[in-house]
Structures are given as structure tokens and as C-alpha cells.
């Protein structure tokens, strides 16, 4: 609890390392997470430090590693992550290590290289086997035909050559084939008559498969194409267009006998593509096995390392350079941890000198260190969002473990919503060790790390949810309500008691939809619920006003108990600083002002509840005029709560007046006294008008703050009512629907119905509201309560551990 409470006391110690011993000490010291580490080299740029070699094979290593992590998830092949972290790597074994690592790369890239060729080529010889097939059908030539004409000349200058003058012309006839991506078919047709100008003709036909493409590995639908053209100036026309189109072109077989020697050709080749690519994936899958035993120990080696080496060129080296200096900030109860690591890594690396260490005074303020556990954990988040807190003052997360989830609740107070909060977190809490859960996505991640916040605010939640009678929003008659309407009928009282009371008859209750009961009538009202409010209020039509001065009352209480709680924590703070003067000073002006008036507010309160009952209710005056006239009449005479309440007379018209004179001459003489005193001892000097202007503005802004953060506390009352009214809208527009419906098919539409209901009341009642009900909490603790105490303006200690380091595999393969 003393960590907790305060955060632990922490030393500046100077670590004397031997050359021969740094690396072995520094991995002993990432194992147990002891010290944080100073930079001794802050002049240095980080290319200029004595260990910026090592820190570039650490990163080359790590470049590998991404290397082979991305191959191995390419091939579907699982990840093997040990529970156990592997120790940092002996310097004796780096050296085997990066030429393990650097030989596996080589030959994988290798491999893979042959195997991208092969697959392009296997891919290459399909394509053209389906072309051969669909163009079988295009052109049928006869093959004895080989036309020997002379080549004509150039057609630039006509265009309106037909199929007949062409013959005559005496032109060659060729083609091209190949595939075209179907979603360039179109534009590549218009390019060719645009450019060819009409002197081709073209063919297609789409493929009934997809195939995958050689160049991207997209599957995508392909067309074949046949062009068929006139003279070798449109042919090298075609062929550019081809190519500026990405079109595979292959070349198109002459006669029927040399289609059926290519075809016969292309298929021997693809069964023995087909052999040697899945002998060449076979021997790639065992080699990636082989080093997807290995890559999650490496992982985390190379991390270790390059961290010691990242923590060596913090240190500085002694004259003889045989020596490294390190300063490091340590909490006093680790001190003998530090010393027994020391004497691990030297013992490890067999040194004959060990290395030590001594603590050093010094007047920086060291970082915070704090404690926590995985149950702490979230709650010092939250304080630490506002700011990490300065050292040695109070830690507000011991007191928020428990403010925060009842102030959370006090405004999400609902039984059955709750409830369902509080298993969904208990199912965390008891999954907590599931490797799903650590891996999952951001949001489902948020859920997990603040599952014991989760767990503490719905349990709270139905607490407050039975003490407002409020399940879903309906109400829960567990103990009998206290009210009696019979007793409002005037057959249950004798003749003589008529006159004096209001009851009903058959009468009343026929011509009067509304009826009131009256609880100064005897036997309507027999006491209290046990538990929360009556659940007759759930049916009365005044429950509204009711509910919202029970709240607004219940806000303004727990608001002031809170900042008076803030303001108390203050003076420990004081004490421990040393700081009486601020406890006569600040601390319990404070304390008075804050009691004299909204104590004096919530005693109102409390005097009110007990000494007026339901027959003198009528005449209870109102506890906001009687505030208001306390400041703005407070000469005026009114009734008072009790006698003497309000009004004061002066005993003289001029004592004011003196009394200020006299006050004045005091300090008059106060200051001459002080002078005095000053010549006689040497004085420390400050600031005189710096010290006022800030007590001033501090003065200023605590009594203004007071009235403002009260008022800001009435956020539980309005998130109160604002969570019970969607609640009850939400029934009142789908549950009472469903049940209003007949027997023969009200269970048709009930189940619907209930399904919707369930999934507005998660998305709307508990993730929404919930997340604002969160939001509103963390504003009253960081302004309202935590402004009264908490500086926040630490930094906080980071150690120097493994622990820190990331051991999982990122989406993106990244080892960094």
C-alpha cells in the first residue's frame, strides 16, 4: 500500500563496468527491469557512439529476421512462440549467429527466385495452350496456300483500299495472337482502327476460366485475340499496340500439322514444370520449417541485444578506456537486486574484477516509480493520462480503484444493465491467460486491458442499480412496498376522522384518473423499503420529481465529500514536503471555506431529511433560497430551518469600521517587527510580489473553482436520468409492443422482438451510454478532485527491461 500510496523512493547510483563485463552485466540488469538508465552522451550523436557498429549488425540481423518471418507467413506455415524468453545471446555466439542467418537468407532468396521463374514460365505455357485451342476456330487456312506476293507499297496514303485491291497489290497476310485483360478490350480494339486505319481485322473470344496473370499474380478473366492484317509496316503497328496494352503475345502456328507439334510440345513441358515446381515448393517449405523452429528465439535475441548495445552507448568511458560509466536511477529497495545483478554478469562473463556500484547524492528530481499489478494497472493508467505525478507526492489511483467505478455507477445505476457488464468483464478476468485475447484487435485490446475496471464498474453498478429500484426500467418488489392505498379509503378510518383527511370513496376513484396518496394519513404510509426506493414510484406520475431531488441532492453530497476528500490528501503532502506553513496557510482556509459553506450546504440537507416529516412537509422552506439569501440578504429575516438560522445585528455602526483600523495598525506594526528581526539575522530572500500575485490568483481561482466544480458534480443527477429515461423509452417502444400483442401471435413476434431489444440495449443502453457515463468520471476526477491535491508534473521511471520488449509478431512482420 506505502508504494501505492506514495510513489517509491528512488537514488542516483553510478554502475563502474569493466570492457570485458558491460554486456554480460547490462543482460543481467534487462533480465530483473532494476535501473533507468542516463545519457552520459547527450552531446554525442548517436553515428558518433562507441557501440554504433554493433547497433548496425543488430539491425541488419533484425532485417533478416523480417525477411524470413514474411516468408514463412506467405506460406501458411504456424509461428511457434516459447512461454519462456530466451536469455541475450554470449557475444561468442553473435559472430555464428549472423552467418547462420545471412547463409539461410542467401539461399532462400535463391530458391524463391527459381521458383517465381518457374511458376511464370508454368503460367506462360497455359496461356498459350488456351490460345492455340480458341483460335483453332478463328481462321481456317489452307495449307498448301503460302502466298509469295510482292510487298505493296506504303498505305499512308490511302485508306480506302478494300479486301479485293488489296489482293491485287500483291500484300502479305499475317497475324497476331495472344491475351488481353478483359477490361482493356475495348480501348485496345479503337486503338487499332484508329492507327491501323481499318486494315486489320480482329477476333475475339473470351476464356471460360480465369488466370491468374505472370506478372502480378492477380487472377483475373483474359480474352484472346486474333489480328489479322496487311503488309509489315501495320504488323509493326499492331505489335507496339500490343505492347502498350500489356497484351501476351505468342506466336500463331501457320498450318494444322505445326498447331499439333506445339500442342504436343507446350504439354510435355507443363507436366515437367509441374514436376519440378512442386519438388522446388517442397524443398522451400522444409527449409522454412526448419527456420520457423528457430525465428522466435532469434527474434527476441536480437532485440535483447540491440537494446544493450542501444543502453552501452548511453555510457561514458573512464581515461583508460577500460573502464564504462554508467548513471543510472535505481529505487532504494532495489539496491541490493543491483548489486547481486553485477556480481551475476561478471561471474558470467569471467572476469577477474567484478563490477560495482555506488550511490550518489544528487539535487535532480528523480522519476516516479510506482508499482502495479495487473489489477492496479488500469486505474494508474487513467491517472497517468492526466499526468504522470511528481515524485514522492500522493497517488490519486489508490482512492480512484474505488471512487471511480461508484461514481461511474451512480450515474449507469441500472441492476440488470450491470449485471451484464459485469459478466462480460468476469469473462475476461477469468480468459485473461487466452492468447486470442492478447492478439485481438485495438478495440476488443481496450476491452481486455481495462477488463478490471469493467468488472469493478458494473459490480458497482449493481449496487447503485438496487439502490435507485432500477432493472432494465422497471422496478423490483423484493420486500413489499411500504405504501398502502387502502388505507386512503374512507370505510377504513372512523366517521370523526372524515373531515380532517382527504380519502377516497367509489366516488373518487371513478371520476379521477390521477389519485395522490397521502402519507399523513395513518396507515397509507408504514415505513421505509429496506432496500432503495419503493417500488410504488416506478407507477406514480410524479416520480420524476421525486427521483431528480433524491439525485440532485445525492450529487451535491457526494461531489462536496469528494473535494473535501481532495482537499484533505493536500495536507499529507504537505507534511511530507514539509510544508507546514501550507497547511495553516493554504490547506485549512481551504478546508473552512469549503465546509463553512457547502458543508454547511449538505447539513441543510441532512437537517432537513430528519426533522421534517410528511405532516410538516408543507411548511419546509427551501434549502436553495435559504443558500442564496445566506450570501446575497443575509440581514434578512425568514423562517430558518431552525431558530437563529438567518439575520444578524451590528453592535455598534462604526464597529466595522474600527475593527478594519485596528487590523491595518497590526500589520503595520507586524512589518516593522519583521524588519527588525531581518537586521538582526541574514534573511532568505524571495520574491515578495510573486508570492502574492500567486496566493492571489490561487485564492481566486479555489473559491471560484469550489462553486464551479459543485455544480459540475450535478452531472451524476443529469447522466442518472438521462440513463433511466432511454432505458424506459427503449421498453416503452419495443417490449411493451411485444407483449401488448394477443396469444396466437404475440410468441412469433416476441422473439424478434426480445433479439432487437437485447441488441439496442448493448449498442445503445451500455457501449454508448457506458462510454459516456466513462468520459463524464474521468472529468470528475481529473478536474474536480484530483486539482485539489495532484500536481502531475513527474516523469515517470522507466526501467531498462526485457520485459518491455516486444515478443509477438506483428500484421506487418516487423521485428522492430
Given at each position: 500500500?506505502?508504494?501505492?500510496?506514495?510513489?517509491?523512493?528512488?537514488?542516483?547510483?553510478?554502475?563502474?563496468?569493466?570492457?570485458?563485463?558491460?554486456?554480460?552485466?547490462?543482460?543481467?540488469?534487462?533480465?530483473?527491469?532494476?535501473?533507468?538508465?542516463?545519457?552520459?552522451?547527450?552531446?554525442?550523436?548517436?553515428?558518433?557512439?562507441?557501440?554504433?557498429?554493433?547497433?548496425?549488425?543488430?539491425?541488419?540481423?533484425?532485417?533478416?529476421?523480417?525477411?524470413?518471418?514474411?516468408?514463412?507467413?506467405?506460406?501458411?506455415?504456424?509461428?511457434?512462440?516459447?512461454?519462456?524468453?530466451?536469455?541475450?545471446?554470449?557475444?561468442?555466439?553473435?559472430?555464428?549467429?549472423?552467418?547462420?542467418?545471412?547463409?539461410?537468407?542467401?539461399?532462400?532468396?535463391?530458391?524463391?527466385?527459381?521458383?517465381?521463374?518457374?511458376?511464370?514460365?508454368?503460367?506462360?505455357?497455359?496461356?498459350?495452350?488456351?490460345?492455340?485451342?480458341?483460335?483453332?476456330?478463328?481462321?481456317?487456312?489452307?495449307?498448301?496456300?503460302?502466298?509469295?506476293?510482292?510487298?505493296?507499297?506504303?498505305?499512308?496514303?490511302?485508306?480506302?483500299?478494300?479486301?479485293?485491291?488489296?489482293?491485287?497489290?500483291?500484300?502479305?497476310?499475317?497475324?497476331?495472337?495472344?491475351?488481353?485483360?478483359?477490361?482493356?478490350?475495348?480501348?485496345?480494339?479503337?486503338?487499332?482502327?484508329?492507327?491501323?486505319?481499318?486494315?486489320?481485322?480482329?477476333?475475339?473470344?473470351?476464356?471460360?476460366?480465369?488466370?491468374?496473370?505472370?506478372?502480378?499474380?492477380?487472377?483475373?478473366?483474359?480474352?484472346?485475340?486474333?489480328?489479322?492484317?496487311?503488309?509489315?509496316?501495320?504488323?509493326?503497328?499492331?505489335?507496339?499496340?500490343?505492347?502498350?496494352?500489356?497484351?501476351?503475345?505468342?506466336?500463331?502456328?501457320?498450318?494444322?500439322?505445326?498447331?499439333?507439334?506445339?500442342?504436343?510440345?507446350?504439354?510435355?513441358?507443363?507436366?515437367?514444370?509441374?514436376?519440378?515446381?512442386?519438388?522446388?515448393?517442397?524443398?522451400?517449405?522444409?527449409?522454412?520449417?526448419?527456420?520457423?523452429?528457430?525465428?522466435?528465439?532469434?527474434?527476441?535475441?536480437?532485440?535483447?541485444?540491440?537494446?544493450?548495445?542501444?543502453?552501452?552507448?548511453?555510457?561514458?568511458?573512464?581515461?583508460?578506456?577500460?573502464?564504462?560509466?554508467?548513471?543510472?536511477?535505481?529505487?532504494?529497495?532495489?539496491?541490493?537486486?543491483?548489486?547481486?545483478?553485477?556480481?551475476?554478469?561478471?561471474?558470467?562473463?569471467?572476469?577477474?574484477?567484478?563490477?560495482?556500484?555506488?550511490?550518489?547524492?544528487?539535487?535532480?528530481?528523480?522519476?516516479?516509480?510506482?508499482?502495479?499489478?495487473?489489477?492496479?494497472?488500469?486505474?494508474?493508467?487513467?491517472?497517468?493520462?492526466?499526468?504522470?505525478?511528481?515524485?514522492?507526492?500522493?497517488?490519486?489511483?489508490l482512492f480512484t480503484i474505488i471512487t471511480f467505478p461508484f461514481l461511474f455507477a451512480v450515474m449507469f445505476g441500472d441492476f440488470g444493465h450491470g449485471f451484464v457488464m459485469f459478466l462480460f468483464a468476469l469473462l475476461l478476468v477469468l480468459n485473461e491467460n487466452h492468447p486470442r485475447l492478447n492478439q485481438s484487435q485495438e478495440i476488443m485490446r481496450m476491452f481486455f486491458n481495462g477488463r478490471y475496471i469493467l468488472l469493478l464498474m458494473g459490480l458497482f453498478s449493481v449496487y447503485t442499480g438496487l439502490i435507485y429500484n432500477?432493472?432494465?426500467?422497471?422496478?423490483?418488489?423484493?420486500?413489499?412496498?411500504?405504501?398502502?392505498?387502502?388505507?386512503?379509503?374512507?370505510?377504513?378510518?372512523?366517521?370523526?376522522?372524515?373531515?380532517?383527511?382527504?380519502?377516497?370513496?367509489?366516488?373518487?376513484?371513478?371520476?379521477?384518473?390521477?389519485?395522490?396518496?397521502?402519507?399523513?394519513?395513518?396507515?397509507?404510509?408504514?415505513?421505509?423499503?429496506?432496500?432503495?426506493?419503493?417500488?410504488?414510484?416506478?407507477?406514480?406520475?410524479?416520480?420524476?420529481?421525486?427521483?431528480?431531488?433524491?439525485?440532485?441532492?445525492?450529487?451535491?453530497?457526494?461531489?462536496?465529500?469528494?473535494?473535501?476528500?481532495?482537499?484533505?490528501?493536500?495536507?499529507?503532502?504537505?507534511?511530507?514536503?514539509?510544508?507546514?506553513?501550507?497547511?495553516?496557510?493554504?490547506?485549512?482556509?481551504?478546508?473552512?471555506?469549503?465546509?463553512?459553506?457547502?458543508?454547511?450546504?449538505?447539513?441543510?440537507?441532512?437537517?432537513?431529511?430528519?426533522?421534517?416529516?410528511?405532516?410538516?412537509?408543507?411548511?419546509?422552506?427551501?434549502?436553495?433560497?435559504?443558500?442564496?439569501?445566506?450570501?446575497?440578504?443575509?440581514?434578512?429575516?425568514?423562517?430558518?430551518?431552525?431558530?437563529?438560522?438567518?439575520?444578524?445585528?451590528?453592535?455598534?455602526?462604526?464597529?466595522?469600521?474600527?475593527?478594519?483600523?485596528?487590523?491595518?495598525?497590526?500589520?503595520?506594526?507586524?512589518?516593522?517587527?519583521?524588519?527588525?528581526?531581518?537586521?538582526?539575522?541574514?534573511?532568505?530572500?524571495?520574491?515578495?510580489?510573486?508570492?502574492?500575485?500567486?496566493?492571489?490568483?490561487?485564492?481566486?481561482?479555489?473559491?471560484?473553482?469550489?462553486?464551479?466544480?459543485?455544480?459540475?458534480?450535478?452531472?451524476?443527477?443529469?447522466?442518472?436520468?438521462?440513463?433511466?429515461?432511454?432505458?424506459?423509452?427503449?421498453?416503452?417502444?419495443?417490449?411493451?409492443?411485444?407483449?401488448?400483442?394477443?396469444?396466437?401471435?404475440?410468441?412469433?413476434?416476441?422473439?424478434?422482438?426480445?433479439?432487437?431489444?437485447?441488441?439496442?440495449?448493448?449498442?445503445?443502453?451500455?457501449?454508448?451510454?457506458?462510454?459516456?457515463?466513462?468520459?463524464?468520471?474521468?472529468?470528475?476526477?481529473?478536474?474536480?478532485?484530483?486539482?485539489?491535491?495532484?500536481?502531475?508534473?513527474?516523469?515517470?521511471?522507466?526501467?531498462?527491461?526485457?520485459?518491455?520488449?516486444?515478443?509477438?509478431?506483428?500484421?506487418?512482420?516487423?521485428?522492430?
Amino acid at each position: 500500500m506505502g508504494s501505492l500510496f506514495r510513489s517509491e523512493t528512488v537514488c542516483l547510483a553510478q554502475l563502474f563496468l569493466q570492457s570485458g563485463t558491460a554486456y554480460e552485466c547490462l543482460s543481467a540488469l534487462g533480465e530483473k527491469g532494476l535501473v533507468q538508465f542516463r545519457d552520459l552522451n547527450q552531446n554525442v550523436s548517436s553515428f558518433q557512439r562507441k557501440f554504433v557498429g554493433e547497433v548496425k549488425r543488430c539491425e541488419e540481423l533484425e532485417r533478416i529476421l523480417v525477411y524470413l518471418v514474411q516468408e514463412i507467413n506467405r506460406a501458411d506455415i504456424p509461428l511457434p512462440e516459447g512461454e519462456a524468453s530466451p536469455p541475450a545471446p554470449p557475444l561468442k555466439q553473435v559472430l555464428e549467429m549472423q552467418e547462420q542467418l545471412q547463409k539461410l537468407e542467401v539461399e532462400l532468396r535463391e530458391v524463391i527466385k527459381n521458383k517465381e521463374k518457374l511458376r511464370k514460365n508454368l503460367l506462360e505455357l497455359i496461356e498459350y495452350t488456351h490460345m492455340l485451342r480458341v483460335t483453332k476456330t478463328f481462321v481456317k487456312r489452307n495449307v498448301e496456300f503460302e502466298p509469295t506476293y510482292e510487298e505493296f507499297p506504303s498505305l499512308e496514303s490511302d485508306s480506302l483500299l478494300d479486301y479485293s485491291c488489296m489482293q491485287r497489290l500483291g500484300a502479305k497476310l499475317g497475324f497476331v495472337s495472344g491475351l488481353i485483360n478483359q477490361g482493356k478490350v475495348e480501348a485496345f480494339e479503337k486503338m487499332l482502327w484508329r492507327v491501323c486505319k481499318g486494315y486489320t481485322i480482329v477476333s475475339y473470344a473470351e476464356l471460360d476460366e480465369s488466370l491468374e496473370d505472370s506478372e502480378t499474380g492477380e487472377v483475373i478473366k483474359w480474352y484472346v485475340f486474333l489480328i489479322s492484317f496487311w503488309g509489315e509496316q501495320i504488323g509493326h503497328k499492331v505489335k507496339k499496340i500490343c505492347d502498350c496494352y500489356h497484351c501476351h503475345v505468342y506466336p500463331y502456328p501457320n498450318t494444322a500439322e505445326e498447331r499439333r507439334e506445339i500442342q504436343e510440345g507446350l504439354n510435355t513441358r507443363i507436366q515437367d514444370l509441374y514436376t519440378v515446381l512442386h519438388k522446388t515448393e517442397d524443398y522451400l517449405r522444409q527449409v522454412l520449417c526448419k527456420a520457423a523452429e528457430s525465428v522466435y528465439s532469434r527474434v527476441i535475441q536480437v532485440k535483447k541485444m540491440k537494446a544493450i548495445y542501444h543502453m552501452l552507448n548511453m555510457c561514458s568511458f573512464d581515461v583508460t578506456n577500460k573502464c564504462l560509466i554508467a548513471e543510472v536511477w535505481c529505487p532504494e529497495a532495489d539496491l541490493q537486486d543491483l548489486r547481486r545483478a553485477l556480481e551475476e554478469g561478471s561471474r558470467e562473463s569471467g572476469a577477474t574484477i567484478p563490477s560495482f556500484m555506488n550511490v550518489i547524492p544528487t539535487n535532480e528530481t528523480p522519476p516516479t516509480r510506482i508499482r502495479t499489478n495487473k489489477f492496479t494497472e488500469g486505474f494508474q493508467n487513467i491517472v497517468d493520462a492526466y499526468g504522470v505525478g511528481s515524485y514522492r507526492e500522493v497517488n490519486p489511483a489508490l482512492f480512484t480503484i474505488i471512487t471511480f467505478p461508484f461514481l461511474f455507477a451512480v450515474m449507469f445505476g441500472d441492476f440488470g444493465h450491470g449485471f451484464v457488464m459485469f459478466l462480460f468483464a468476469l469473462l475476461l478476468v477469468l480468459n485473461e491467460n487466452h492468447p486470442r485475447l492478447n492478439q485481438s484487435q485495438e478495440i476488443m485490446r481496450m476491452f481486455f486491458n481495462g477488463r478490471y475496471i469493467l468488472l469493478l464498474m458494473g459490480l458497482f453498478s449493481v449496487y447503485t442499480g438496487l439502490i435507485y429500484n432500477d432493472c432494465f426500467s422497471k422496478s423490483v418488489n423484493l420486500f413489499g412496498s411500504g405504501w398502502n392505498v387502502s388505507a386512503m379509503y374512507s370505510s377504513s378510518h372512523p366517521p370523526a376522522e372524515h373531515k380532517k383527511m382527504v380519502l377516497w370513496n367509489d366516488s373518487v376513484v371513478r371520476h379521477n384518473s390521477i389519485l395522490q396518496l397521502d402519507p399523513s394519513v395513518p396507515g397509507v404510509f408504514r415505513g421505509p423499503y429496506p432496500l432503495g426506493i419503493d417500488p410504488i414510484w416506478n407507477l406514480a406520475t410524479n416520480r420524476l420529481t421525486f427521483l431528480n431531488s433524491f439525485k440532485m441532492k445525492m450529487s451535491v453530497i457526494l461531489g462536496i465529500i469528494h473535494m473535501t476528500f481532495g482537499v484533505i490528501l493536500g495536507i499529507f503532502n504537505h507534511l511530507h514536503f514539509r510544508k507546514k506553513f501550507n497547511i495553516y496557510l493554504v490547506s485549512i482556509p481551504e478546508l473552512l471555506f469549503m465546509l463553512c459553506i457547502f458543508g454547511y450546504l449538505i447539513f441543510m440537507i441532512f437537517y432537513k431529511w430528519l426533522v421534517f416529516s410528511a405532516e410538516t412537509s408543507r411548511v419546509a422552506p427551501s434549502i436553495l433560497i435559504e443558500f442564496i439569501n445566506m450570501f446575497l440578504f443575509p440581514a434578512s429575516k425568514t423562517s430558518g430551518l431552525y431558530t437563529g438560522q438567518s439575520g444578524y445585528t451590528l453592535i455598534r455602526k462604526d464597529s466595522e469600521e474600527e475593527v478594519s483600523l485596528l487590523g491595518s495598525q497590526d500589520v503595520e506594526e507586524g512589518n516593522h517587527q519583521v524588519e527588525d528581526g531581518c537586521r538582526e539575522m541574514v534573511c532568505e530572500e524571495f520574491n515578495f510580489g510573486e508570492i502574492l500575485m500567486t496566493q492571489v490568483i490561487h485564492s481566486i481561482e479555489y473559491c471560484l473553482g469550489c462553486i464551479s466544480n459543485t455544480a459540475s458534480y450535478l452531472r451524476l443527477w443529469a447522466l442518472s436520468l438521462a440513463h433511466a429515461q432511454l432505458s424506459d423509452v427503449l421498453w416503452a417502444m419495443l417490449m411493451r409492443v411485444g407483449l401488448r400483442v394477443d396469444t396466437t401471435y404475440g410468441v412469433l413476434l416476441l422473439l424478434p422482438v426480445i433479439a432487437l431489444f437485447a441488441v439496442l440495449t448493448i449498442f445503445i443502453l451500455l457501449i454508448m451510454e457506458g462510454l459516456s457515463a466513462f468520459l463524464h468520471t474521468i472529468r470528475l476526477h481529473w478536474v474536480e478532485f484530483q486539482n485539489k491535491f495532484y500536481v502531475g508534473a513527474g516523469t515517470k521511471f522507466v526501467p531498462f527491461s526485457f520485459s518491455l520488449l516486444s515478443s509477438k509478431f506483428s500484421n506487418d512482420d516487423s521485428v522492430a
